[in-house]
């Protein structure tokens, strides 16, 4: 599996209140607060490269590969479509769990072992190579095709499962091809 991308989402504090405006003064009206553009690095992690902060010909050419790889329009830009397929705009971050499905028994065993070579059961695991996440070490494509949303590792356990019933259910246990041998799995999902 490949894929990148870990972020967290922003912290905002609240201050002030009705309280703490003066009498005769109006509250200022602000317009909701536009999402920030991903800086450089960020895009760069996403990409799986050396994340330098530098949007060189190496991040040109990286994102140019993403865009063909993804059937995106290849422009080398760091576009709209291609932030959003990143995961790195638009996106929500796993607002909402799935709707449990229920896991046979003997899937789930299946799935279990796989979690525990991948990620020691991990949930908010990262591989070091920074592109596989969560406790199936999903990469980022993979999970956006399975209908996750955000970075793997920021979704709750049961949406990790179910997304890896999901992927399990749709192609057996080849998405996880060392685990499978080291585990003595068979590739079937039936």
């Known amino acids: 599996m490949a894929g990148t991308l870990a972020l967290s989402a922003p912290a905002f504090a609240q201050t002030g209140g009705a309280e703490s ?16 553009k991903p800086t450089t690095k960020q895009i760069q992690k996403a990409l ?33 479509a291609t932030l959003r ?16 499905t ?9 799935l279990d072992q796989i979690a525990q070579c991948e990620s020691g059961g991990n949930i908010a695991a990262e591989s070091s190579n920074g592109r596989y ?4 070490q999903f990469s980022q494509p ?4 399975m209908g996750g949303t955000g970075s793997p590792a920021e979704a709750d356990e049961a949406t990790q499962d179910q997304l890896a019933y ?17 585990l003595g799995l068979d590739e079937d999902a039936s």
Do not use: M
Not at 85 to 100: C, D, F, I, T, Y
Not at 133 to 136: A, L, R, T
Not at 166 to 181: I, M, Y
């Open 102 to 110: 229920p896991i046979p028994a003997e899937h789930k065993a299946i």
């Open 133 to 136: 996440f969560g406790k199936y």
């Open 48 to 80: 799986g490269i050396k994340a330098d902060g530098v949007f060189g010909p190496k991040t040109k050419r990286a994102l140019k590969t993403y865009q063909r790889r993804n059937g995106l329009k290849v422009t080398g830009k760091a576009d709209t």
């Open 85 to 100: 397929s990143l995961g790195l705009l638009g996106q929500p971050q796993n607002s909402a769990p799935l709707a449990a």
């Open 21 to 36: 405006q003066p009498a005769a003064q109006a509250p200022a009206q602000t317009a909701p607060a536009k999402p920030k």
């Open 166 to 182: 999901k992927l399990f259910q749709a192609r057996g246990t080849a998405p996880w091809p060392s685990c499978s041998e080291q």
């Open 142 to 145: 993979t999970w956006e095709a």
